[in-house]
């Protein structure tokens, strides 16, 4: 019942930007698009969410294109501490819905 | 920053004993849930809870688990008769504040979870 698609893996370099793509081509009108990371050993850790406009917070940036079947996550300078397992959800609106985890994108950062 | 606390942090137990993982939710918040993450595999939605109800569970959540809030802090998760294959981390999570709008966003707040391990 995954309703986003993301690469299984990407890597980048410390300090560099690192872009994160999904696609939710089914996505509704009332679904929020939300990023949890996984670190190792740790778990499910909220990372941003949005719903039309573009989001800005201390640890990431969303992009969400206009037509909302893609977004993109933008952390500014990846860090060592950035390696994870990155996720994309939907959720419907209100505050009561699970999240339904899928394989999410497994980030490599390179010293 | 409010926490979400689980112990234990890791427990071993033989195959058939009953296991009670325990959760400290953030204090104000309305909804809890569990979940679990095999090793290598993906997180798994197994039940939210509020008002003292479940409010929705998966088909991994059979008749050999259990939550329950027996206090006004304490969230747990009991699996009657372990078997080998609930080896896993499991996560408990807690949202919506009390007082706060439901509209908007739905974000969780996970704990750093428990792993066990049944032999």
């Known amino acids: 019942d995954a309703k986003t698609t993301q690469p299984n893996s990407m890597e980048s370099n410390e300090e560099e930007p690192v872009h994160l793509p999904c696609n939710h081509s089914?996505?509704?009108?009332?679904?929020?698009i939300h990023w949890y990371r996984q670190l190792p050993s740790q778990g499910p850790e909220y990372v941003i969410h949005?719903?039309?406009s573009n989001v800005n917070n201390r640890m990431a940036s969303l992009a969400i294109a206009e037509d909302r079947k893609s977004s993109t996550l933008i952390l500014h300078r990846a860090t060592l501490r950035d390696a994870a397992v990155y996720y994309c959800?939907?959720?419907?609106?209100?505050?009561?819905?699970?999240?339904?985890f899928g394989k999410g994108t497994k980030l490599t950062v390179n010293p | 920053e409010p926490e979400v606390t689980q112990t234990p942090s890791h427990q071993v137990t033989q195959m058939g004993q009953e296991v009670i993982l325990r959760c400290v939710p953030i204090?104000?918040?309305?909804?809890f849930y569990w979940y679990r993450q095999i090793l290598g595999q993906k997180v798994e939605f197994l039940v939210s809870?509020?008002?003292?109800?479940?409010?929705?569970k998966s088909e991994i959540f059979d008749d050999q688990f259990s939550v329950e809030r027996p206090d006004g802090s304490n969230f747990t998760l009991k699996i009657r008769s372990t078997k080998l294959e609930d080896s896993a981390m499991y996560f408990c999570?807690?949202?919506?504040?009390?007082?706060?709008?439901?509209?908007?966003?739905?974000?969780?707040?996970f704990g750093a979870g428990s792993r066990l391990t049944v032999l």
């Open positions: 959800i939907l959720s419907a609106q209100g505050g009561s819905e699970k999240l339904v």
């Open positions: 089914t996505i509704s009108g009332t679904d929020y």
């Open positions: 949005g719903l039309t």
């Open positions: 204090s104000n918040h309305l909804y």
């Open positions: 809870f509020y008002n003292n109800e479940i409010s929705e």
């Open positions: 999570a807690s949202n919506v504040e009390l007082g706060a709008s439901w509209a908007g966003a739905n974000v969780l707040t």
